[in-house]
Each structure stands twice: as structure tokens, then as C-alpha cells.
Nanobody, 117 residues
Framework: QVQLVESGGGSVQPGGSRRLSCAAS????????MGWYRQAPGSQRELVAT???????NYADSVKGRFTISRDNAKKMVYLQMNSPKPEDTAVYYC???????????WGQGTQVTVSS
């Protein structure tokens, strides 16, 4: 069992920066593939970025070069650094943990990010 709590959401101007954090508790954190997903109003939830326990990353094309996912296994934290955000990045951002052994997914409650001038 994994519990996830996101923080860092809020308003940000286009071209600015913001960092989201996700605190995990429970099972062995280092084995989980961690990810950030987002859901805009009227849209399906979509992948933003993932990072494996060994640090391999994957990004949606829409955020490549602007967003960076990272993790600190000792602190059981995962981060999403959002640089040069655009209005279309406005969404509720969810932290996700996936157990690569059994495929179970765990979700946080989400944090709203609004990109607007």
C-alpha cells in the first residue's frame, strides 16, 4: 500500500516556473515507477512524465524540454519541475505510483495548476 500527497499547485504565469512535490509513504518506495498525470476540464487524464526506480524518465511530447521529473528515494519524494508553462498546461496534476511487479497503481488526490497571465 502506498499513500501519495501532492503539493505545490497554484497559479503561475506563462513562461514562469513552478515545482510540484509528491510525498509517498507506505511500502518500499524505491521499487515503484513514479509518475505525474494531469486532467484538464472535459478531458481525459493523460501522462505527463514517469521515472523508474533506477531513474529512467519518459515524457509526453507536449512537455519535453520544459518539464523535468525527479525523485529522492531516501526522502520518498517525487518532483515535477515545470518551466515555461503554457496556458494549455492548466489542469489538475496527479501523482501516481505503479508497482512494476504486480502492476498496481496508486493515486494522490491531485493538485490544481493554473497557467494564466
Amino acid at each position: 500500500q502506498v499513500q501519495l500527497v501532492e503539493s505545490g499547485g497554484g497559479s503561475v504565469q506563462p513562461g514562469g516556473s513552478r515545482r510540484l512535490s509528491c510525498a509517498a509513504s507506505g511500502s518500499i518506495f524505491s521499487i515503484y515507477t513514479m509518475g505525474w498525470y494531469r486532467q484538464a476540464p472535459g478531458s481525459q487524464r493523460e501522462l505527463v512524465a514517469t521515472i523508474t526506480g533506477s531513474g529512467s524518465t519518459n515524457y509526453a511530447d507536449s512537455v519535453k524540454g520544459r518539464f523535468t521529473i525527479s525523485r529522492d528515494n531516501a526522502k520518498k519524494m517525487v518532483y515535477l519541475q515545470m518551466n515555461s508553462p503554457k496556458p494549455e498546461d492548466t489542469a489538475v496534476y496527479y501523482c501516481n505510483a505503479r508497482n512494476p511487479g504486480n502492476g498496481y497503481h496508486y493515486w494522490g488526490q491531485g493538485t490544481q495548476v493554473t497557467v494564466s497571465s
